[in-house]
């Protein structure tokens, strides 16, 4: 489990691929102290178990599943990803719950300055739009970040200086494609509400059985 509050930015380092899948070096700088093999790390919104330690590099396995729907495909060595260690009991809690389970992709519409803020716009499909609300949280490449405009097809986000600094968020540009991790909460109340549509429960079998 995360939070959403990137602690650091790496660098991929290696990129070796096997039959379908890749095995990804990442520059943890001072995040691998006491970082152990099988610890959990979300990398740009993507949580990956670390294999292998070597220095500061550690190493992560991505199957042929992460690759096809996240933009950890799209990485060459020299990218820049999100980095954050998963939560530990007792530490502070600053974002919102983030799994590391990537439900979609996004890509950069617009950003457009508004004062001291930036606001990304971004288009995404209309299945990661039924499970957003306005001013609901949302994890953009593993950032955790507010709803500010929704559409059916489109939402955005408004962006303070320090999170373009200390994110990747600070580099994109129009076109770039992000990874999207909708609310779990949400997630979860959508399955529900789906399962009593297709059940055999209507209002007149309430009525019928005195529940209305």
Same mark, same amino acid.
């Given at each position: 489990m995360f939070t959403g509050i990137v602690e650091q930015i790496g660098k991929v380092t290696r990129l070796d691929r096997r039959g379908g899948s890749v095995r990804l070096a990442v520059d943890l700088g001072p995040l691998t102290v006491g970082t152990r093999i099988g610890d959990s790390v979300?990398?740009?919104?993507?949580?990956?178990?670390?294999?292998?330690?070597?220095?500061?590099?550690?190493?992560?396995?991505?199957?042929?599943? +992460?690759? !096809? @729907?996240?933009?950890?495909?799209?990485?060459?060595?020299?990218?820049?990803?999100?980095? *954050? %260690?998963? &939560?530990?009991?007792?530490?502070r809690f600053g974002g919102h719950f983030?799994?590391?389970?990537?439900?979609?992709?996004? +890509?950069? !519409? @617009?950003?457009?300055?508004?004062?001291?803020?930036?606001?990304?716009?971004?288009?995404? *499909? %209309?299945? &990661?739009?039924?499970?957003?609300i306005p001013k609901g949280s949302i994890a953009i490449d593993g950032i955790s970040l507010t709803i500010a405009e929704l559409g059916e097809d489109h939402f955005a986000v408004a962006i303070i200086p320090h999170t373009l600094e200390v994110t990747t968020l600070g580099a994109k540009q129009v076109g770039d494609s992000v990874n999207i991790e909708t609310d779990m909460l949400g997630k979860y109340v959508l399955k529900q509400l789906a399962g009593f549509q297709q059940s055999d429960i209507s209002e007149g079998f309430l009525r019928e059985h005195g529940f209305a």
């Open positions: 979300c990398i740009s919104g993507v949580c990956l178990t670390v294999v292998a330690l070597d220095g500061t590099v550690a190493d992560f396995d991505a199957i042929e599943e +992460t690759l !096809a @729907r996240t933009t950890l495909a799209r990485l060459t060595i020299g990218d820049m990803v999100n980095l *954050e %260690r998963a &939560l530990a009991a007792g530490d983030v799994q590391g389970h990537v439900d979609g992709l996004a +890509t950069v !519409a @617009r950003i457009v300055p508004k004062g001291t803020e930036v606001r990304f716009h971004f288009k995404a *499909e %209309r299945k &990661l739009g039924r499970m957003m």
